[in-house]
C-alpha cells in the first residue's frame, strides 16, 4: 500500500518526525509521497533516509518552494528510519 502525507506549513524537525512515524508502520516495497513547503526539510528528509536505505526521488516540484519526495521502504534498512 502506498501512502501520501501533506507536511506543507510545517519546519523543521516536524516534516521528518511525521515522516518517521509514517514509515515505521509501513512495509517494504512501500512507498510514501511527502508534500512540502519547507527547502531545509527536503534536504534532511533525503540525507537522513539516504543514510539509512530508504530511496528517495522527487515526484514533482511546484510553485515556489512545494515539493513533492517519493520514499520507497527498502527490504532492509540500515538503522531507524529517521535520527531526530
Known amino acids: ?9 510545517e ?9 518517521r512515524d509514517n514509515l ?3 512495509e517494504p ?11 531545509p526539510a527536503r534536504d534532511n528528509i533525503e540525507r537522513t533516509c539516504q543514510k539509512h ?6 515526484a514533482e516540484s ?3 518552494d512545494l515539493f513533492t519526495l517519493r520514499i520507497v ?3 532492509e534498512a540500515k538503522g531507524p528510519v529517521m535520527d531526530s
Do not use: F, H, W
Open 1 to 9: 500500500m502506498n501512502q501520501e502525507i501533506d507536511v506543507t506549513g
Open 11 to 19: 519546519i523543521c524537525p516536524r516534516p521528518a518526525l511525521i515522516v
Open 24 to 26: 515505521e508502520e509501513m
Open 29 to 39: 516495497g512501500e512507498s510514501l509521497l511527502v508534500t512540502a513547503d519547507y527547502p
Open 53 to 58: 536505505g530508504y530511496e528517495t526521488a522527487e
Open 62 to 64: 511546484g510553485d515556489g
Open 73 to 75: 521502504v527498502p527490504d
